[in-house]
């Protein structure tokens, strides 16, 4: 006589031991195989990092551990500098014990923490291993970015060279993955945004294209002043009745017209490019790191830059508004000097 088959009981109690003893399962093959599940998070904005923020992310991620029983850790920096020195700190202590009053500017900085704990669970008291590794620093160059695609890197690596800050957890709690990914991005949303030092600076950022074309509608304005004037000129001189004389003096300002609109037309591009080029475009964003002295020294070399950019441009916009100015002072000596002529 054969058994009967018993029905599955799915209580709570039982979907709980389910799962207790499937991550027990994942705990021991990965301290096997040595390979965990992965989370990634890509940070683009631009943010400002100090030496106190770095800090404060370290105490966030130990207070979020120190809630459960914390078996192993080991946390290290690599910060790399400019003048092609790059440090790596074995442990928190040394990394806070640096003297960073150097010259060199900061490039980047990676953060790991290594680490065994064990979460609450009445069924196993395996460690869990998991680590949490966070980069920061700005993406790569073009030339870089083309040495990663030819050395065949994947677009998961790609995309992370080319993000401002990364966040990777190798974990086997997703509990765990989620909280620290959670406490990284409120750190990371709480930074001061690095934008440029003057809010002038965002606006014209913004409006640059716009900018372009105005100075060049102001070049095509000093133009039209100048052709009125002289279309007027010339119309109110033209003795009355000479229909040939009218036609000729037309003929003459419509040819006139083309060749003077085509010269301001083109003298406002060039100026317009001019500054985008000089003045737009050399405005530089505040360093991302204020670690260093040299940050520290290169902030205030920006910040001076930045304003000597804007009085500069504010000169470049005043002179296409005084061309203008000049074009109607021009259009108002014509009957003039025709009187001294005669």
Request: proline share 2%.
């Amino acid at each position: 006589m054969s058994k009967e088959l018993q029905p599955i009981n799915n209580n709570s109690g039982n979907d709980l031991s389910t799962i207790d003893q499937l991550e027990q399962f994942k705990t021991l093959y990965y301290l096997l195989k040595g390979k965990r599940d992965t989370d990634i998070k890509l940070f683009d904005s631009y943010k400002h990092f100090r030496h106190r923020d770095i800090i404060e992310l370290n105490e966030k991620i130990y207070k979020k551990l120190h809630n459960h029983e914390l078996v192993t850790d080991t946390n290290s920096v690599v910060v790399s500098f400019s003048n092609k020195e790059i440090k790596t700190f074995g442990n928190w202590q040394e990394f806070l014990r640096f003297d960073w009053n150097i010259s060199a500017t900061t490039n980047y900085i990676t953060i790991e923490w290594d680490f065994n704990l064990i979460l609450p669970n009445k069924f196993f008291k395996t460690p869990q291993t998991h680590s949490l590794r966070v980069r920061i620093g700005s993406g790569l160059r073009p030339n870089e970015i083309i040495q990663v695609i030819f050395q065949g890197g994947e677009e998961t690596e790609l995309a992370e060279a080319q993000a401002q800050v990364v966040c990777k957890i190798d974990f086997v709690n997703a509990q765990i993955c989620s909280e620290l990914k959670t406490i990284v991005t409120e750190w990371y949303d709480a930074l001061p945004n690095n934008s440029e030092d003057h809010r002038l600076i965002r606006i014209i950022n913004k409006h640059k294209v716009k900018i372009q074309q105005g100075v060049i509608v102001l070049f095509l304005l000093a133009g039209i002043t100048i052709l009125n004037f002289l279309t007027h000129f010339f119309i109110s001189n033209t003795p009355d009745g000479s229909t040939n004389e009218l036609l000729t003096r037309f003929y003459l300002i419509t040819t006139c017209s083309f060749v003077l609109i085509y010269i301001f037309y083109i003298s406002g591009t060039l100026y317009a490019d001019r500054i985008l080029d000089k003045r737009i475009r050399k405005f530089s964003r505040n360093p991302m790191f204020e670690l260093t002295k040299g940050d520290e020294n290169k902030l205030r070399e920006t910040e001076k830059k930045n304003n000597l950019l804007l009085k500069k441009l504010f000169w470049d916009l005043v002179l296409a508004i005084i061309i203008n100015v000049l074009a109607f002072g021009i259009g108002n000596l014509f009957p003039k000097i025709a009187e001294m002529i005669k």
